[in-house]
């Protein structure tokens, strides 16, 4: 028997070890192609699929631009100030510019242009997505195709408020940052969202990173180490009920970048509903106002 149970463990170990590495690749897989959130998928929800069909429709412009061989698409939306600063939102992960919709109509009184765009993975854009690892680069390569001398604000929500916050600390045209539901660690919002879908984590969680990026890319991706480093005024919103992104994450960003925190009563994508969305557009407009 003992004989028999002992040869068992080699067979149990490569089933274990094939377990470990399939739902390994699964996350892996799940993390950089999240589900894409188009023109059609708005339809299907009821939503805005593009700026024209807002509830106050504005004129816009469908562009292209290129980093690092992979071709990401956005919208050039009119603003209502000839004189205001050019605006560059970035969405969340498995979210896109359609998700950007809602808050156009809240910055677009206060920018020349709104700039809005689908990160690498999402939306229209091509490629796959590295979790904020390489979208800085994308972000800066956008920055880029702006016309120059007009102030830019980025505006990011959770997976955009880390790489608009990195942006900005490369980037001198950048006068002022707004980070929604910002996280530090990319493992923070990934272990929550596979937790809230009853999925393991603790061991596939690390190593699909792992195949994402390097180790080294990894130490570095602190948002708080970054925000540190930013030489412009920064506002953080997030929500006081966000499962997602801690909102200590924000807290701490916000205090090492020597930003204003503003805590909402929200979860973390509901910023923009309800009460809590006339509070967000008092913020941003405030900071707005100061910065430009």
Not at 191 to 203: D, E, F
């Amino acid at each position: 028997m003992l004989h028999t149970m002992l040869g068992l463990f080699p067979v149990l170990a490569l089933g274990l070890a094939v377990y470990a590495a399939t739902l390994t690749l699964f996350t892996y897989l799940r993390l950089t192609r999240p589900p894409r959130r188009t023109y059609a998928w708005a339809v299907a929800k009821g939503l805005p699929g593009d700026p024209s069909e807002l509830s106050a429709p504005r004129r816009f412009e469908r562009f292209e631009f290129g980093c690092d061989g992979v071709m990401l698409a956005g919208w050039s939306i009119d603003g209502n100030a000839p004189d205001g600063p050019v605006f560059v939102l970035t969405h969340g992960w498995a979210d896109s510019k359609v998700g950007g919709l809602m808050r156009v109509e809240a910055v677009a009184p206060l920018a020349s242009r709104v700039v809005v765009w689908d990160l690498r993975g999402h939306g229209e854009s091509g490629g796959t997505s590295t979790l904020g690892l390489r979208e800085k680069a994308d972000l800066l390569a956008l920055i880029d195709t702006l016309e120059e001398g007009t102030p830019i604000v980025l505006f990011g929500w959770s997976l955009g408020a880390g790489v608009s916050i990195a942006a900005a600390a490369e980037c001198e045209r950048v006068v002022g940052v707004i980070a929604e539901s910002p996280y530090r660690l990319a493992a923070t919002p990934a272990g929550n969202v596979l937790q809230a879908r009853s999925m393991p984590w603790r061991v596939n969680l690390p190593l699909a990173l792992r195949l994402v990026g390097s180790e080294a890319e990894w130490r570095a991706f602190d948002r708080c180490d970054i925000a540190a480093r930013l030489r412009v005024p920064l506002l953080v919103i997030h929500g006081e009920a966000d499962v997602v992104s801690s909102i200590e994450d924000g807290r701490a960003i916000a205090a090492a970048g020597r930003g204003e925190f503003v805590p909402l009563a929200a979860g973390h994508n509901d910023v923009w509903t309800g009460e809590c969305r006339r509070k967000a557009e008092d913020a941003v407009r405030s900071f707005v106002g100061r910065v430009c």
